[in-house]
């Protein structure tokens, strides 16, 4: 969507950057702007750990964002959260930043 940014987060952590709470703000200026957007917050882990630790792992960093956009004024209502670890990779080689890329949270309209 457009005027919606994907955070990204360190390795095995659950909590945000300086940098995510910056673009979540303007992400929840945007949420609360456009009123009639319904997201999916999908959290993502890179490849490295179990499945089931790297599920858990997504689930925390969607539940975060979601906590974090409600504390802005964005109603729970329009957020729902989904976890797929590392099933969904937008990088696959084995280097630090191509970790970074999937180490995320990003938003799709439902």
Same mark, same amino acid.
């Given at each position: 969507?457009?005027?919606?940014?994907? +955070?990204?987060? !360190?390795? &095995?952590?659950?909590?945000?950057?300086?940098?995510?709470?910056?673009? @979540?703000?303007?992400?929840? !200026?945007?949420?609360?702007?456009?009123?009639? +957007?319904? @997201?999916?917050?999908?959290?993502?882990?890179?490849? %490295? $750990?179990?499945?089931?630790?790297?599920?858990?792992?997504?689930? *925390?960093?969607?539940?975060? +964002?979601?906590?974090? @956009?409600?504390? @802005?004024?964005?109603?729970?209502? %329009?957020?729902?959260?989904?976890?797929?670890? #590392? !099933?969904?990779?937008?990088?696959? $080689? &084995? $280097? #630090?930043?191509?970790?970074?890329?999937?180490? *995320?949270?990003?938003?799709?309209? %439902?």
């Amino acid at each position: 969507i457009t005027g919606l940014t994907t +955070v990204h987060f !360190e390795y &095995d952590s659950s909590k945000l950057t300086e940098e995510s709470k910056r673009l @979540l703000a303007a992400n929840a !200026e945007w949420l609360n702007s456009n009123s009639n +957007v319904t @997201l999916s917050i999908e959290g993502h882990s890179d490849s %490295r $750990g179990s499945n089931e630790y790297n599920l858990t792992l997504g689930e *925390r960093r969607a539940n975060t +964002v979601r906590t974090f @956009l409600q504390g @802005l004024g964005v109603d729970s209502s %329009r957020l729902i959260t989904t976890t797929f670890g #590392e !099933e969904k990779l937008i990088s696959m $080689g &084995d $280097g #630090e930043n191509d970790h970074y890329q999937n180490r *995320r949270a990003n938003f799709v309209p %439902r």
